[in-house]
């Protein structure tokens, strides 16, 4: 069927702005909003009986399998094995025939990732694939489909397909943490109702629109950045790096804040804008001296948190976008957010092809 722009300039930015009502429809796929419990799915293994689960997956996608390794890990004390599917399926890994393999893929059809999936299933593993086209190859070919309902995604750089993913893939661990009881009832229910929360505060964020057009006008005028986060905004962190790159063409990278001593801090001066993403969480404080090193060196500092954050950081910052105070499990699906439309406007400044940004492709079928 066809599928169109609406009013918008762009799908990029029609698709950021569906993803209220897109990631409602996919949470209440996998959890009982009113039950106050994750779905029992019709799963091909027991989460209870797994020691470990191998996730592999490509570009935003495998972004989004990197940021769920902290939930499994957190939540449901399940080791979470994770890498970009062109190493995975050439690294000889040990994989055993009794634990669970996830792949995840907005089009289902990525080669590399399609290679992973083959290479586990011959291993005798149990193959669940989170995908977006529910007639792909990759659907076809697990036993179980974990489908985003993000609807058909256009823009070469994804953004619903990606918050879709995360929340499958933050369900999937609550549901992992029931069935292991590293959860209990309470906090089972405490979490799908904090999950319940994530489309009203994206509907909250989309609102900054005007604040971040502005900070991404500044941000157009630079040709590096750096961006920076501890725990699930590290890998987030990387996530606003690549879709800087992929549709501005400005060069980019994402570094877990406290390796910044270890290399980038070389690189810190005023030509260099340090974006930020620090919810006030439990390391904070941690991120905060990392700011205090940016700041000391003349660095230009976009601080993305939250009301505490903003007023417990006494680091001066160029910017700060300041979001809703939210729940830490949603977190990441709540701050991809404003690095969507950071990158959406810097690219709209640059002039650049948004939807169709120059040497990439929508989904990568040849190795
Ligand atoms: C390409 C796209 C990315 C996407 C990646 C994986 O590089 O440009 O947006 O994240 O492929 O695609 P998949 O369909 O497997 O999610």
Redesign the pocket.
């Known amino acids: 069927f066809m599928v169109d722009k609406g009013n918008r300039r762009h799908f990029m930015e029609k698709e950021i702005h569906e993803q209220p009502e897109v990631i409602s429809h996919t949470l209440a796929h996998y959890v009982d909003f009113v039950g106050g419990v994750s779905k029992p799915l019709d799963l091909p293994f027991d989460f209870a009986k797994i020691d470990r689960l191998a996730i592999s ?6 972004l989004a399998g990197l940021i769920s390794k902290y939930w499994f890990e957190r939540y449901a004390r399940l080791p979470v094995d994770i890498d970009v599917a062109s190493e995975f399926r050439y690294r000889e890994m040990p994989l055993s025939k009794n634990d669970a393999a996830f792949f ?7 080669a590399d ?1 399609l290679a992973s999936l083959r290479y586990c299933r011959k291993a005798g593993m149990k193959i669940g694939a989170v995908v ?1 086209v529910r007639e792909s190859t990759m659907a076809r070919e697990s036993d179980v489909i974990l489908p985003t309902l993000a609807g058909p995604e256009i823009g ?3 953004t619903k ?2 918050t879709c993913q995360l929340s499958v893939l933050a369900s999937l661990a609550v549901r992992a943490g029931a069935a292991r009881g590293t959860l209990s009832r309470e906090q089972e229910k405490k979490l799908v109702r904090e999950l319940s929360e994530a489309p009203r505060y994206a509907n909250q964020v989309l609102k900054l629109d005007g604040q971040i057009e502005q900070i991404a006008r500044e941000l157009s005028r630079y040709s590096d950045v750096l961006y920076l986060g501890r725990d699930t905004n590290f890998p987030l962190a990387m996530e606003g790096a690549l879709k800087l790159k ?1 549709i501005s063409y400005i060069h980019a990278e994402g570094y877990a804040a406290g390796e910044l001593k270890h290399g980038p801090i070389a690189l810190i001066d005023e030509n260099m804008p340090v974006i930020v993403i620090a919810p006030h969480d439990r390391i904070f404080e941690k991120t905060v001296s990392n700011m205090q090193e940016v700041a000391a060196r003349g660095g230009k500092i976009i601080l993305i948190t939250d009301s505490r954050g903003a007023a417990q950081s006494s680091v001066k910052t160029m910017e700060t976008i300041i979001l809703p105070d939210v729940p830490e499990i949603i977190s990441p699906i709540i701050y991809a957010l404003p690095i969507q439309m950071l990158a959406y406007f810097t690219a709209v400044f640059m002039g650049t092809d948004v939807d169709q940004p120059r040497n ?5 079928t040849v190795e």
């Open positions: 997956a490509c570009g935003t996608a495998y995840i893929s907005q089009s289902g059809e990525t990732t977006n070469v750089a994804s397909a990606f992929e990439l492709a929508k989904s990568v």
